[in-house]
């Protein structure tokens, strides 16, 4: 039989936690200092849940602004290639970008603009150094984007969708819900409680009064 050479190998604990988001203090002063084309990459990250490498690959011809939303066409899952609503800001980024920018790609490489650009790391690098903030990845304003929709009360599904996961258990990886948000929950669960019954309340007084001659005197 053969052993597994390493079943007797304690290994370290694996940490799947995410970094600490940046505050809206953090996210204000970085945006402060971030320099194009890192401001509008940014940005359309924030405001649409989409991963920087979508965003650096956005094609003008996806993007629909008289319907409002941009149609992802890149991802190796059906739920990766989606339409991503757009909010007013994402809108006028992409709207400006569509006026003042040549070539079939908003964010095009700097020596070609038939190719999309690279990346954008040493800029944010240098805008997370300038504002002073918290050190966050770029990626982490995706996890932002998220969180604010959880705690705005998006269910999961929904979330799922906009991320572009196939799973929901995909989604508990970038919700974090803070005390206050779990705190409402209960609320709302206490309001629903309440409300069936007055509900039921209301209900078996209806059936008294029909069912009972006397109150119809």
Same mark, same amino acid.
Request: charge should be positive; avoid cysteine.
């Given at each position: 039989?053969?052993?597994?050479?390493?079943?007797?190998?304690?290994?370290?604990?694996?940490?799947?936690? !995410?970094?600490?988001?940046?505050?809206? %203090?953090?996210?204000?002063?970085?945006?402060? /200092?971030?320099?194009?084309? &890192? +401001? =509008?990459?940014?940005?359309?990250?924030?405001?649409?849940?989409?991963?920087?490498?979508?965003?650096?690959?956005?094609?003008?011809?996806?993007?629909?602004?008289?319907?409002?939303?941009?149609?992802?066409?890149?991802?190796?899952?059906?739920?990766?290639?989606?339409?991503?609503?757009?909010?007013?800001?994402?809108?006028?980024?992409l709207k400006?970008?569509?006026?003042?920018?040549?070539?079939?790609?908003?964010?095009?490489?700097?020596?070609?603009?038939?190719?999309?650009? !690279?990346?954008?790391?040493?800029?944010? %690098?240098?805008?997370?150094?300038?504002?002073? /903030?918290?050190?966050?990845? &770029? +990626? =982490?304003?995706?996890?932002?984007?998220a969180t604010?929709?959880?705690?705005?009360g998006v269910?999961?599904?929904?979330?799922?969708?906009?991320?572009?996961?196939?799973?929901?258990?995909?989604?508990?990886?970038?919700?974090?819900?803070?005390?206050?948000?779990?705190?409402?929950?209960?609320?709302?669960?206490?309001?629903?409680?309440?409300?069936?019954?007055?509900?039921?309340?209301?209900?078996?007084?209806?059936?008294?009064?029909?069912?009972?001659?006397?109150?119809?005197?």
């Open positions: 039989m053969i052993r597994n050479p390493v079943s007797r190998v304690k290994f370290l604990e694996e940490n799947n936690e !995410l970094t600490q988001l940046p505050s809206d %203090d953090d996210v204000r002063n970085y945006f402060a /200092v971030a320099s194009q084309p &890192l +401001y =509008d990459v940014a940005s359309l990250i924030l405001e649409t849940g989409m991963r920087p490498e979508e965003v650096i690959h956005i094609r003008r011809d996806n993007v629909h602004l008289a319907e409002n939303y941009y149609y992802n066409p890149h991802g190796k899952t059906k739920a990766a290639r989606r339409r991503i609503p757009l909010t007013a800001n994402a809108a006028a980024v400006h970008r569509l006026e003042t920018i040549p070539g079939p790609y908003i964010f095009p490489h700097e020596k070609d603009q038939n190719k999309p650009m !690279l990346k954008v790391n040493h800029a944010h %690098d240098g805008a997370v150094r300038r504002s002073r /903030v918290r050190r966050f990845r &770029l +990626y =982490d304003l995706r996890h932002l984007f604010r929709l959880a705690q705005a269910d999961l599904v929904t979330l799922a969708a906009l991320l572009g996961h196939s799973k929901i258990q995909m989604v508990l990886r970038y919700a974090h819900p803070v005390d206050s948000h779990k705190v409402n929950a209960i609320r709302k669960l206490e309001d629903y409680t309440a409300t069936r019954q007055i509900e039921e309340t209301t209900r078996q007084m209806d059936v008294f009064t029909v069912g009972n001659p006397d109150t119809l005197q």
